[in-house]
Structures are given as C-alpha cells and as structure tokens.
C-alpha cells in the first residue's frame, strides 16, 4: 500500500518535444508529491512539487498534473532540451513530521538534439 | 558552501570489513536521512533521525547502525560487509518546521563490496 509505481522507466525524447513520466499511489493518506531530477554522480534535487488539493502546478517548462480520484500524477517536460537528461523520480509523502518519503522506480530520460 | 556533504565519496572494500560513512548538513535542518539507492538506481530510506532521536527505522539489516552525534551530523556504520551491500549510499536533511517537505541530498557514497 506504500509503493509508488512509476512509469516509463526510459524515455528517448526529441530536442523541442514532450516528455511525460507517469506515476501512480494506493495509500491515500500521502499529501505531499514531489518529483526530483538526479544526474549522474549527483544526489537527487527537488524539481517541482504539488499538494493533493490542486491539480496542477506549473514551473517554468515542468509541470506537474493530479489526479486526486485516480490517484495518479504526472510530469511533464515541455520544450524538452538536452540539458534534461537526467533520473527522474517521483515520490510520495507520508503526513506525519518524519517527511518520509516513497520513491518510484525512477525514469532515464534522454533528449536527443 | 556544500549543504549536505558526506564523506567519503567513495568505499571499496572487502566482505566482512567493517565501515563507516559519514554526513554533515550546514542548512539548521533538525531531520535527516540515510537512502540506499542500488544498482537499478531505486531510492529507498534507511533510517531518519530527529533531533538526535530515531524517527525511521525501516526493515534493514541490524549490520547497520546510525548514530547521530547532533542534529547536524548523521553517520552510518556497517559490520561484516556483504556483496549486497554494495550501492550508493546517500544522506539527506530537511527542516521539520513549517510544511515544507523538501529534503536536500548529498552527493552519495558509492560502497564496493569485493
């Protein structure tokens, strides 16, 4: 029930397309998702994040939808630049002060110029 | 300024050695974390501590122990090293005011168990 299950686990996008991870939750008690961007040889660092009562939040060329019925959110990359290759994960946040954490699998994104 | 820094960057040793790795945050942040992240690159935490107190203590081998000297410093500590073993070990922290649940990573520790 505290898997986060995340979707694709590659990516090859073109310079200038959409690039678009998927991820989905079952335990309704998290209120927190963030999704962090790690490069290679770097520790993971927060991209973008959203709270369960919006559906949408937007930050520059990455925004983030969700689906609060469905239990499912998603990333999406617009004007995808080489630069953007990278890990992408998203997690899922428990509500207590641990801030505990719940990573998907994770998705190698590769932006081909 | 490096915000959260662990040492060393990287561990190779032999099954059976015992080691330790070690962490510092200079962000004030009172909560910090150890993930194992392996060879698939999945992220999973270890432990967390609060203030010097045990918060997480997730399903992981008793060979590991954390201690945290104070609430800036977080080390883990492994006896009789295996093969499995072998990861990247990363140390994270956040602030436990307020709602933010950013948690900021250190640039990991890669262990070679041989």
């Known amino acids: 029930q505290q898997q986060v299950k995340q979707s694709p686990q590659s990516l090859i996008v073109q310079k200038g397309g959409i690039s678009i991870i998927n991820c989905a939750y079952e335990?309704?008690?998290?209120?927190?998702f963030p999704w962090y961007q790690q490069f290679p040889g770097k520790g993971p660092a927060l991209l973008i994040a959203i709270r369960p009562d919006v559906s949408e939040k937007k930050e520059g060329r990455f925004t983030i939808s969700f689906n609060k019925s469905a239990k499912q959110f998603s990333l999406h990359i617009m004007d995808s630049q080489p630069g953007d290759s990278a890990t992408y994960f998203c997690a899922a946040g428990l509500r207590s002060n641990t801030g505990k954490l719940i990573f998907g699998q994770g998705t190698t994104l590769q932006v081909k110029p | 300024d490096t915000a959260v820094s662990q040492t060393p960057k990287y561990l190779v040793t032999q099954m059976g050695n015992d080691k330790s790795i070690k962490c510092e945050q200079n962000?004030?942040?009172?909560?910090m974390y150890w993930y194992k992240q392996d060879s698939k690159k999945f992220l999973k935490i270890m432990f967390s501590?609060?203030?010097?107190?045990?918060?997480i203590n997730e399903t992981v081998p008793n060979r590991f122990s954390p201690k945290s000297p104070d609430k800036a410093h977080l080390n883990l500590h492994i006896n009789s090293l295996e093969l499995g073993d072998s990861a990247v070990y990363f140390c994270?922290?956040?602030?436990?005011?307020?709602?933010?649940?950013?948690?900021?990573f250190g640039p990991g520790t890669r262990l070679t168990v041989t």
């Open positions: 962000l004030g942040h009172d909560t």
């Open positions: 501590y609060n203030n010097k107190e045990l918060i």
């Open positions: 335990n309704t008690a998290f209120d927190y």
């Open positions: 994270a922290s956040k602030s436990s005011g307020g709602v933010s649940y950013e948690q900021y």
